[in-house]
């Protein structure tokens, strides 16, 4: 037989479970997660203008943004962001007929250099990292958050020192 004690016992757990649940929805950042929207996309004809022109308002992740520990990934990822941001900037100050393979090297080092950074720690890299060649590049361009590369409503970057260590090969293009 069942006690009415145990009966309401139920009754209160299946509805604080109920309460504290967020039928239907999904929070962005469930696990109280840095938000570093990842992978960048590839540059291309169609986004290379919102890659010049609107990179001020895209987010740079400094060291401030993330918590002092368990988020190495997610600063990882903001640190290739801000890498790549930085060698675009570069890029579009260049030579007009070769910004866009300027940018598409800048895009493929800084995510070599993820992924260089991924492979040297003990946690489990990034899912792309571990192809190579064009499979790799195909991965990290696949669903993408921002392939438009359009800028965040009433963003303004601050101020972040240039990115050292990007070659850029015209003859490459």
Same mark, same amino acid.
């Given at each position: 037989?069942?006690?009415?004690?145990?009966?309401?016992?139920?009754?209160?757990?299946?509805?604080?479970?109920?309460?504290?649940?967020?039928?239907?929805?999904?929070?962005? %950042?469930?696990? /109280?997660?840095?938000?570093?929207? $990842?992978?960048?996309?590839?540059?291309?004809? #169609?986004?290379?203008?919102?890659? =010049?022109?609107?990179?001020?308002?895209?987010?740079?992740?400094?060291?401030?943004?993330?918590?002092?520990?368990?988020?190495?990934?997610?600063?990882?990822?903001? %640190?290739?962001? /801000?890498?790549?941001?930085?060698? $675009?900037?570069?890029?579009?100050?260049?030579? #007009?007929?070769?910004?866009?393979? =300027?940018?598409?090297?800048?895009?493929?080092?800084?995510?070599?250099?993820?992924?260089?950074?991924?492979?040297?720690?003990?946690?489990?890299?990034?899912?792309?990292?571990?192809?190579?060649?064009?499979?790799?590049?195909?991965?990290?361009?696949?669903?993408?958050?921002?392939?438009?590369?359009?800028?965040?409503?009433?963003?303004?970057?601050?101020?972040?020192?240039?990115?050292?260590?990007?070659?850029?090969?015209?003859?490459?293009?």
């Amino acid at each position: 037989m069942i006690s009415i004690v145990g009966l309401s016992g139920f009754w209160i757990l299946a509805l604080l479970t109920l309460h504290g649940a967020d039928v239907g929805e999904t929070k962005k %950042n469930s696990l /109280n997660e840095p938000d570093v929207p $990842f992978p960048p996309a590839f540059p291309t004809v #169609e986004n290379l203008a919102a890659v =010049c022109l609107q990179g001020q308002g895209r987010p740079r992740y400094l060291s401030s943004f993330f918590p002092n520990s368990g988020v190495s990934h997610f600063r990882r990822r903001g %640190n290739a962001i /801000n890498r790549m941001e930085s060698w $675009f900037s570069l890029c579009c100050r260049g030579q #007009e007929d070769q910004i866009l393979c =300027c940018t598409q090297q800048a895009w493929k080092q800084a995510l070599t250099q993820f992924c260089t950074e991924e492979s040297s720690t003990m946690t489990v890299a990034y899912v792309c990292c571990a192809d190579t060649g064009e499979a790799r590049w195909t991965c990290f361009n696949s669903e993408l958050p921002n392939p438009n590369y359009d800028p965040t409503p009433g963003y303004t970057a601050p101020p972040v020192p240039e990115e050292a260590g990007f070659t850029f090969d015209a003859n490459a293009c």
